[in-house]
Nanobody, 125 residues
Framework: QLQFVESGGGLVQPGGSLRLSCAASGFTLDGMTIGWFRQAPGKEREGLSC???????NYVDSEKGRFTISRDNAKNTVFLQMNSLKPEDTAIYYCARDPSLLSCRNGVDGAFDYWGQGTQVTVSS
């Protein structure tokens, strides 16, 4: 059975940090591109970052420097470290997979075919 579970969200004050986790079961991540996305209330879903099977990464220009994506293939998990959080970062954060070899080349692009349920991040004082 294929399962994708995000965790690590919650309430944090401005300037704080969170580390989100995306744990997979039923398939292995080491041959896939994994992306992190978010959707704020009333806005379209936004791609934040992706990591390819060869380890190369891409980030949305507006967030590069605050967010860092990484993967631990032994644990079948991908992480998103978020620092210097702002109220406008408040959103539901999702991870997704792309089994092709064509994604995450010039941006957070790809054919993501399976998504997790999301984890809520709220940045407020």
């Amino acid at each position: 059975q294929l399962q994708f579970v995000e965790s690590g969200g919650g309430l944090v004050q401005p300037g704080g940090s969170l580390r989100l986790s995306c744990a997979a079961s039923g398939f292995t991540l080491d041959g896939m591109t994994i992306g992190w996305f978010r959707q704020a209330p009333g806005k379209e879903r936004e791609g934040l970052s992706c990591v390819r099977s060869d380890g190369k990464t891409n980030y949305v220009d507006s967030e590069k420097g605050r967010f860092t994506i990484s993967r631990d293939n032994a644990k079948n998990t991908v992480f998103l470290q978020m620092n210097s959080l702002k109220p406008e970062d408040t959103a539901i954060y999702y991870c997704a997979r792309d089994p092709s070899l064509l994604s995450c080349r010039n941006g957070v692009d790809g054919a993501f075919d399976y998504w997790g349920q999301g984890t809520q991040v709220t940045v407020s004082s």
